[in-house]
């Protein structure tokens, strides 16, 4: 058992002392008046009469003290929550077990406050960014229908051309939108994934066809590492995993910022899992800047990031899509010295 408290043992050995000096003094009259006692008796006397005072103080003084913060129990929420609480929290009738209990329920409470915090300051700045990248497309339809207004629908020069603008700010508005929604749907679990088996090399294979159009414009080659498998045979929802790879890659070639650009896409057998890497040769991003690269619109570079385009959603779908196949994506950079992206995904043993 746990040792008792200090104060509760200081009182309980002032006290045992209290009765034993008393005892003391009235055996120590009878010895020298009487002269059927001896020193003995005396010593024994006092020894048996400390350590039942000791202990019968003790525990009356726990108990007087465990009733009262039991009282103070009940005003914690925590704590009249239910039978379970209760009977977790008063499973030892002394002060050791109120003792864990506060100090298990203190901890509990600062990692709370802690988390709040933490969460607290994420809205905010989630908030500001949500705001931020509304603003431009918002402020872009209305300067132009405005210019329009103002007699440029008349003007064949410009008519037109702040129509396609328009149409362009407002498709970029419907795609903050959507992929908002589908955060929202991921993470509330209502997106059911279709899983089935099928060829990942196959998948990897026409997600980089259908890219390759954007990949040359850009001066960038997209490699397929085909040497090691033949096929890869997983378990996973193709059109969801379809999608990861697409941002995945697609962000690779937005990036790029060399004359020769290069993207290297690998596999590597993890026993019950397949081990999946995108590598670029790009500028990399900054080590501060890796922990918070899956949170929703966060952009390493502000500036630049706008310009090439994308709602600032795409990563975070990536980690949610993965995270419910239940596997696990990571990201390791260097500045100047490209980034790779890696996640895992099931196999199966037969294809």
Known sequence: ????????????????????????????????????????????????????????????????????????????????????????????????????????????????????????????????????????????????????????LDDPNINKDYLVRTEKSVNRLIAIVEDLEEISKLESGEVKLNLINFDLLELAKDVTDFLEMKARKNNTCVTLDRQSFKSIAVYADKKRIRQVLINLIENAIKYADKEENKILIRFFDMDENILIEIKDNGPGIAEESLPRIFERFYRTDKGRSRDTGGTGLGLAIVKHIIEAHEQTISVRSKLGQGTTFSFTLSKIRHF
């Open 1 to 152: 058992m746990a040792a008792r408290y200090r104060e509760t043992t200081k009182v309980a050995l002032t006290t045992a002392a209290g009765v034993v000096g008393i005892l003391t003094v009235i055996l120590l009259l009878v010895y020298f008046f009487t002269d059927g006692l001896q020193l003995w008796h005396i010593l024994l006397s006092d020894l048996v009469v400390f350590i039942s005072s000791y202990f019968f103080y003790q525990s009356a003084v726990d108990k007087f003290i465990y009733k009262k913060i039991k009282l103070l129990f009940k005003t914690v929420p925590a704590f009249r929550s239910g039978k379970a609480n209760k009977a977790k929290f008063f499973k030892y009738d002394s002060l050791e077990g109120m003792n864990e209990a506060v100090l298990e329920w203190g901890k509990r409470q600062n990692l709370e406050i802690e988390e709040l915090k933490k969460m607290a300051s994420y809205r905010r700045e989630f908030l500001g960014n949500i705001s931020h990248e509304l603003k431009t497309p918002i402020f872009n339809i209305q300067g132009y229908i405005l210019t329009l207004l103002d007699g440029g």
